[in-house]
T-cell receptor
Framework: DTGVSQDPRHKITKRGQNVTFRCDPI?????LYWYRQTLGQGPEFLTY????????KSRLLSDRFSAERPKGSFSTLEIQRTEQGDSAMYLC??????????????FGNGTRLTVT | DQQVKQNSPSLSVQEGRISILNCDYT??????FLWYKKYPAEGPTFLIS?????DKNEDGRFTVFLNKSAKHLSLHIVPSQPGDSAVYFC????????????FGPGTRLSVLP
C-alpha cells in the first residue's frame, strides 16, 4: 500500500522563477488537498479537489498560485513569479469520500520550497 | 483569527507517565476533530479522531476527549514512550461548511527516558 507521494522533496529557486510540484494521492482516494506549513505553525489550507473538480480555494491562494487535477488522479501546484514569502513546506493530502461522514487526511512528506 | 488554538508550545513528560495535550476551538460549527503527530522532515501522521456526537474515543494508548460546551478537546497518551516525542497538531472541520480542515499551531512533546 503506497501512501501519498510528493515530488520533489526539496526545491530551491530564485525569486521570480516559476515552480511546479506534483502530488500522487492514495489511489482509492477521490479527495485531494494542498496545505502550506511554515516554521512554528500548523498546516494552512490552500485548496481541495474532489475528483477533478476544484471545490474550495483559500484566500491565501493568490493569483500566482494555480492547482490542477486533470484526470482526478495526480495533482500539480504551480507558483509563478516566486517570492521569498513563498518559502514553506507544501503538503499534499488525500482522503476518501465516505457518504456524509468525515474521513481523515493522509499526508505526504511534503515539498520544501526555498526561494532565494 | 485563530479558530483552533494549542496554547502550550511544548510539553515534557517522563517515560511511562501520562501526556495530556490540549486544544481549544472557537467555531461552534466544527463537528469533526482530529489529532496528528509530526516527526521532522515527514508529513503529519493521523492518530485519532472524534465526531461531535461523542465525548470520548480510544485507540490503544491514545484517547481523545471532547467537551463541546467548553469548545475543548484533549489527547491523552498513556503510558508515554520516547518514540512519542514529536509535534502534535489538533485539527477541526465543519462538515456542512466545506471540507477545509483547520489546524492548530502544534505542541512539541518530549518524552524523557
Amino acid at each position: 500500500d503506497t501512501g501519498v507521494s510528493q515530488d520533489p522533496r526539496h526545491k530551491i529557486t530564485k525569486r521570480g522563477q516559476n515552480v511546479t510540484f506534483r502530488c500522487d494521492p492514495i489511489s482509492e482516494h477521490n479527495r485531494l488537498y494542498w496545505y502550506r506549513q511554515t516554521l512554528g505553525q500548523g498546516p494552512e489550507f490552500l485548496t481541495y479537489f474532489q475528483n477533478e473538480a476544484q471545490l474550495e480555494k483559500s484566500r491565501l491562494l493568490s493569483d500566482r498560485f494555480s492547482a490542477e487535477r486533470p484526470k482526478g488522479s495526480f495533482s500539480t501546484l504551480e507558483i509563478q513569479r516566486t517570492e521569498q514569502g513563498d518559502s514553506a513546506m507544501y503538503l499534499c493530502a488525500s482522503s476518501e469520500r465516505n457518504g456524509r461522514a468525515n474521513s481523515p487526511l493522509h499526508f505526504g512528506n511534503g515539498t520544501r520550497l526555498t526561494v532565494t | 483569527d485563530q479558530q483552533v488554538k494549542q496554547n502550550s508550545p511544548s510539553l515534557s513528560v517522563q517515560e511511562g507517565r501520562i501526556s495530556i495535550l490540549n486544544c481549544d476551538y472557537t467555531n461552534s460549527m466544527f463537528d469533526y476533530f482530529l489529532w496528528y503527530k509530526k516527526y521532522p522532515a515527514e508529513g503529519p501522521t493521523f492518530l485519532i479522531s472524534i465526531s461531535s456526537i461523542k465525548d470520548k474515543n480510544e485507540d490503544g494508548r491514545f484517547t481523545v476527549f471532547l467537551n463541546k460546551s467548553a469548545k475543548h478537546l484533549s489527547l491523552h497518551i498513556v503510558p508515554s514512550q520516547p518514540g512519542d516525542s514529536a509535534v502534535y497538531f489538533c485539527a477541526a472541520s465543519a462538515s456542512n461548511y466545506g471540507q477545509n480542515f483547520v489546524f492548530g499551531p502544534g505542541t512539541r512533546l518530549s518524552v524523557l527516558p
